[in-house]
């Protein structure tokens, strides 16, 4: 009797193994294999998925000791990626919950109308205050482009980490300060950059300018009373990827809600403003009055 319970305890035990390394097995996958040209994220960790469940059936069917050795040496790898790598069990969750999510929700388009309002010397005012160039927005952009956000990532989504990265420490660390009595001043990014206060033609131009710094492609919105800086993101046959991106880099912020976007011809466009926890945020005054693009 003992024999039998003995038996059917192992039994149970590698049945329960080849179930639950089924998943982190297709975490670790959809890292180390990357999708194949323009794959979608769902579809790249669903093939990782069942890749992982077709490795876990063999390995038990050759050998019970192998798969129990296998779970164990998956969860050496967590523990060194979480130790050395940046890579934790809460990312690891985030990526799932991004990926559902994304699987389960659309994103909202804004309607986009040709803008009709802007001033000349408005637009020669952003355009005089930028400084995508200057030595000091690069470096700023560069240590901060790669302050939040482990390697792995940069792996899976390429430069949009480098600009959610950006997006991260400037709102984070943003506090609004008006600008002086009876006078809109436009702050240089020299001086936004150290002191990371200002109004929102300030954060605007910051913004824009460390965009840019780093080969982004990023635009000044005017809006009645407000202005921000959208960001580039691809062409809009890329919204799929961008939102999976937000939803895993930002899970807590987006929370089940949509990733807002404006569509110029083929590119997509998500704002980077302050008064959104996340990139593509809804925006504060959806209409807008002008439009400021800078040369590549």
């Known amino acids: 009797m003992t024999q039998f319970l003995r038996h059917n305890f192992l039994k149970f035990t590698v049945r329960f193994i080849q179930i639950i390394i089924v998943f982190p097995m297709a975490v670790l996958l959809s890292f180390y294999i990357h ?9 790249h960790f669903l093939l990782c998925l069942m890749l992982a469940a077709a490795i876990s059936v063999v390995v038990t069917k050759y050998s019970r ?3 129990v050795v296998m779970f164990f040496g998956i969860l050496g790898m967590f523990w060194f990626n979480s130790t050395f790598e940046d890579q934790t069990f809460d990312g690891i ?3 799932y919950n991004a990926m559902m999510v994304n699987m389960t929700s659309n994103p909202h388009k804004v309607s986009y109308f040709k803008p009709v309002r802007g001033t000349y010397f408005q637009n020669q005012r952003v355009k ?3 400084q995508p160039t200057h030595p000091q927005v690069r470096a700023f952009a560069v240590e901060n482009s790669t302050r939040y956000f482990h390697d792995e990532y940069y792996r899976k989504f390429g430069k949009l980490t ?3 990265s950006l997006f991260k420490h400037i709102r984070l660390n943003w506090k609004y300060v008006n600008d002086p009595l009876g006078m809109d001043y436009y702050s240089p990014p020299t001086e936004s950059m150290s002191l990371l206060a200002g109004d929102c033609d300030d954060y605007a131009i910051l913004m824009a300018s460390s965009v840019m710094a780093i080969g982004g492609e990023a635009r000044v919105v005017i809006s009645p009373t407000h202005m921000y800086t959208e960001v580039k993101m691809g062409s809009v046959d890329d919204l799929e990827q961008v939102s999976y991106a937000v939803r895993t880099l930002f899970p807590d912020e987006v929370a089940g809600g949509k990733i807002h976007f404006h569509e110029t011809g ?3 466009w998500i704002n980077f403003d302050y008064t959104a926890s996340h990139p593509g945020g809804p925006f504060l005054e959806p209409e807008l009055y002008s439009v400021i693009t800078f040369e590549k």
């Open 35 to 43: 999708p194949y040209n323009s794959m979608e994220y769902e579809l």
């Open 266 to 268: 083929d590119d997509l």
């Open 65 to 67: 000791k192998l798969i």
């Open 162 to 164: 480098r600009y959610f």
């Open 128 to 130: 005089s205050a930028m």
């Open 93 to 95: 969750y985030d990526d």
